[in-house]
């Protein structure tokens, strides 16, 4: 009778058969299984950890009362609660404010760029792009500067123009309204990008069937190929509304000065003296659902297909001729990024080179004031930056690791049940940053385990967070390379770990380096969880800035906001030229 490795080694050469059309009698490697189970159960561990714990201590907190009792009074103040309750109101209806103007905004944007002869349209993308990069919290201060009712460039600006009092202004950035248009600003390109994407596969010949059936150019566009694009922008658009729901920068820059709060804020001023942590456990729960809601929402809506193209090609996109109306199309693209991009950062750089705001930015008013005081005397800034890029390294190099084993665990079903990895990995995308800060001072503020005030909770907070990010890109990456590829290698002799390391990595290189770009990126300017972890000695960049702005020192945080700015821009510069330079080394 037959024992157990006879039979595997059978099946592994019927499977190379059927799969290669070759016979090999070649036994699986088992040390290599063997390798992974431990890998995919230490990684199933950790997820647990990162993911289940900081929900637990959320949950059991919110039905906690101040004497340790169980009760749902925490919850019932929710709704007994006037100013709770308005905040959910006020984050609700800015929510949706903001989906609605991030759409307006970058739909007609995007098919100006996708689908006609808009001039400069590439280099329209490549600065949606610096706009998507910009943190949100910072573009809120430059239109703080910008806007500011007494003191903004543009109030200044009108008031000299009319001869007006020095309380007249022509706009308010501490308003409702102000608030929705700059988190508008900051979460068009979210909406861009899928529906640029959406109008650059849009099949022409089913434009072109539309016009041989009499249709002309606006009815071609309304009836065919905006609703092709249609879940792209409803999306999109849900991407904006749960931007908006869970950010805290902007609102806490722009809402608090107006005088009103919504749910993040609302959480974060809980945690101020005397502390209500029950009640902030509370708070964050409904955010937490109703970002898993909106994000099952939009999965939904782009995995339903409008249509399916039945042919081998589907066309070339053929670009529509503005005509007359190119220099409308192109005033409305240049006042879009004038807006999101030159208006916020002109306005950090001369709040950088100059000493106050008032000052006309001039070579009489040019000064190094600013830099000399933000990095020379002014004590925390060189602990931040510090911290900031020794976690944004350590967060990118871990978090793209860790990605890359469960992707590749997953994407090859390397182990049994390993789909259960890629739900641990993107599952924390549903819990909103604020949300995970609460859960992770819950856990780790008080014994056994005590990691509050340390770069450790900083580094369990920004893995989580980063880490559904890292592993859609990567396992993306991976089912795009065919596993035949490394069964080749297999037959000829070679193990899965050298399979991995000469076959596999070389060709996800620039895809890792994309990853670990993003990672890094999202670390550094990451303000939601970070503002309710770090203490006097665990400060980074994003909660400096935040400080400052409390105390009105715009120039120093233009010059620190220039500094990340810098950061991020030469992160992207080196990962754009990191393939070319090592093909160009294998060459």
């Given at each position: 009778?037959?024992?157990?490795?006879?039979?595997?080694?059978?099946?592994?050469?019927?499977?190379?058969?059927?799969?290669?059309?070759?016979?090999?009698?070649?036994?699986?490697?088992?040390?290599?299984?063997?390798?992974?189970?431990?890998?995919?159960?230490?990684?199933?561990?950790?997820?647990?950890?990162?993911?289940?714990?900081?929900?637990?201590?959320?949950?059991?907190?919110?039905?906690?009362?101040?004497?340790?009792?169980?009760?749902?009074?925490?919850?019932?103040?929710?709704?007994?609660?006037?100013?709770?309750?308005?905040?959910?109101?006020?984050?609700?209806?800015?929510?949706?404010?903001?989906?609605?103007?991030?759409?307006?905004?970058?739909?007609?944007?995007?098919?100006?760029?996708?689908?006609?002869?808009?001039?400069?349209?590439?280099?329209?993308?490549?600065?949606?792009?610096?706009?998507?990069?910009?943190?949100?919290?910072?573009?809120?201060?430059?239109?703080?500067?910008?806007?500011?009712?007494?003191?903004?460039?543009?109030?200044?600006?009108?008031?000299?123009?009319?001869?007006?009092?020095?309380?007249?202004?022509?706009?308010?950035?501490?308003?409702?309204?102000?608030?929705?248009?700059?988190?508008?600003?900051?979460?068009?390109?979210?909406?861009?990008?899928?529906?640029?994407?959406?109008?650059?596969?849009?099949?022409?010949?089913?434009?072109?069937?539309?016009?041989?059936?009499?249709?002309?150019?606006?009815?071609?566009?309304?009836?065919?190929?905006?609703?092709?694009?249609?879940?792209?922008?409803?999306?999109?658009?849900?991407?904006?509304?749960?931007?908006?729901?869970?950010?805290?920068?902007?609102?806490?820059?722009?809402?608090?000065?107006?005088?009103?709060?919504?749910?993040?804020?609302?959480?974060?001023?809980?945690?101020?003296?005397?502390?209500?942590?029950?009640?902030?456990?509370?708070?964050?729960?409904?955010?937490?659902?109703?970002?898993?809601?909106?994000?099952?929402?939009?999965?939904?809506?782009?995995?339903?297909?409008?249509?399916?193209?039945?042919?081998?090609?589907?066309?070339?996109?053929?670009?529509?001729?503005?005509?007359?109306?190119?220099?409308?199309a192109a005033a409305f693209a240049a006042s879009v990024l004038l807006l999101?991009?030159?208006?916020?950062?002109?306005?950090?750089?001369?709040?950088?080179?100059?000493?106050?705001?008032?000052?006309?930015?001039?070579?009489?008013?040019?000064?190094?004031?600013?830099?000399?005081?933000?990095?020379?005397?002014?004590?925390?800034?060189?602990?931040?930056?510090?911290?900031?890029?020794?976690?944004?390294?350590?967060?990118?190099?871990?978090?793209?690791?860790?990605?890359?084993?469960?992707?590749?665990?997953?994407?090859?079903?390397?182990?049994?049940?390993?789909?259960?990895?890629?739900?641990?990995?993107?599952?924390?995308?549903?819990?909103?940053?604020?949300?995970?800060?609460?859960?992770?001072?819950?856990?780790?503020?008080?014994?056994?385990?005590?990691?509050?005030?340390?770069?450790?909770?900083?580094?369990?907070?920004?893995?989580?967070?980063?880490?559904?990010?890292?592993?859609?890109?990567?396992?993306?990456?991976?089912?795009?390379?065919?596993?035949?590829?490394?069964?080749?290698?297999?037959?000829?002799?070679?193990?899965?770990?050298?399979?991995?390391?000469?076959?596999?990595?070389?060709?996800?290189?620039?895809?890792?380096?994309?990853?670990?770009?993003?990672?890094?990126?999202?670390?550094?300017?990451?303000?939601?969880?970070?503002?309710?972890?770090?203490?006097?000695?665990?400060?980074?960049?994003?909660?400096?800035?935040?400080?400052?702005?409390?105390?009105?020192?715009?120039?120093?945080?233009?010059?620190?906001?220039?500094?990340?700015?810098?950061?991020?821009?030469?992160?992207?510069?080196?990962?754009?030229?990191?393939?070319?330079?090592?093909?160009?080394r294998s060459n």
């Amino acid at each position: 009778m037959p024992d157990k490795s006879d039979h595997d080694e059978q099946a592994w050469s019927v499977s190379l058969l059927d799969r290669t059309g070759v016979m090999t009698d070649a036994p699986p490697r088992s040390a290599d299984w063997d390798l992974f189970r431990p890998l995919a159960l230490a990684l199933a561990l950790l997820l647990l950890v990162l993911v289940t714990l900081p929900v637990f201590w959320l949950a059991l907190t919110s039905v906690t009362g101040r004497s340790g009792e169980i009760t749902l009074a925490n919850y019932a103040a929710l709704v007994t609660d006037p100013t709770l309750r308005r905040a959910f109101l006020l984050t609700i209806g800015m929510a949706l404010a903001v989906g609605a103007l991030a759409c307006a905004i970058a739909t007609p944007l995007a098919w100006l760029c996708a689908r006609t002869d808009l001039p400069g349209r590439k280099l329209v993308r490549w600065l949606v792009i610096a706009s998507f990069v910009t943190p949100p919290f910072l573009g809120a201060i430059a239109w703080e500067v910008l806007a500011a009712p007494n003191s903004g460039l543009i109030n200044q600006l009108y008031r000299s123009l009319f001869g007006l009092g020095p309380y007249d202004h022509a706009v308010d950035i501490y308003s409702f309204e102000g608030l929705v248009f700059v988190m508008s600003l900051y979460s068009f390109p979210y909406v861009f990008t899928l529906v640029a994407n959406a109008l650059d596969r849009v099949p022409s010949d089913l434009e072109d069937a539309s016009s041989i059936l009499g249709g002309g150019r606006w009815a071609t566009l309304s009836r065919v190929t905006l609703p092709i694009v249609l879940p792209a922008v409803l999306a999109g658009s849900l991407i904006a509304i749960l931007q908006a729901l869970t950010m805290f920068g902007s609102p806490a820059i722009l809402a608090l000065p107006a005088g009103f709060h919504v749910i993040t804020t609302k959480i974060w001023s809980l945690f101020q003296y005397p502390p209500r942590l029950g009640l902030a456990a509370a708070c964050a729960v409904p955010l937490m659902l109703i970002t898993i809601m909106l994000l099952r929402c939009q999965r939904w809506i782009l995995g339903r297909k409008g249509y399916a193209v039945l042919a081998g090609k589907s066309g070339v996109p053929r670009l529509v001729p503005l005509g007359r109306w190119k220099p409308v199309a192109a005033a409305f693209a240049a006042s879009v990024l004038l807006l999101a991009i030159l208006l916020p950062y002109l306005a950090l750089l001369k709040m950088a080179l100059t000493r106050n705001i008032s000052e006309p930015f001039s070579l009489a008013t040019l000064t190094l004031h600013n830099f000399a005081f933000v990095f020379f005397e002014f004590s925390p800034t060189q602990l931040a930056l510090k911290n900031t890029l020794l976690l944004g390294f350590a967060v990118a190099t871990l978090g793209t690791f860790l990605a890359l084993m469960i992707a590749y665990l997953v994407s090859r079903r390397a182990v049994a049940h390993a789909s259960w990895l890629g739900l641990l990995a993107t599952a924390p995308a549903a819990i909103p940053g604020i949300v995970l800060g609460v859960g992770l001072f819950l856990a780790y503020a008080q014994p056994p385990i005590m990691l509050y005030g340390t770069l450790w909770i900083l580094l369990l907070a920004f893995l989580t967070i980063e880490m559904p990010a890292g592993y859609q890109q990567l396992s993306s990456a991976l089912t795009a390379i065919h596993p035949e590829l490394e069964e080749a290698s297999r037959i000829l002799g070679g193990s899965r770990l050298a399979t991995i390391r000469r076959i596999t990595a070389p060709l996800l290189r620039a895809n890792i380096v994309a990853a670990w770009c993003f990672i890094f990126i999202g670390t550094i300017r990451e303000l939601s969880a970070t503002i309710l972890l770090t203490n006097a000695n665990t400060k980074l960049v994003s909660v400096i800035i935040y400080d400052l702005n409390e105390s009105g020192n715009l120039g120093a945080i233009s010059v620190l906001g220039i500094t990340l700015l810098a950061i991020t821009f030469g992160v992207v510069l080196l990962a754009n030229r990191a393939p070319s330079l090592s093909s160009a080394r294998s060459n």
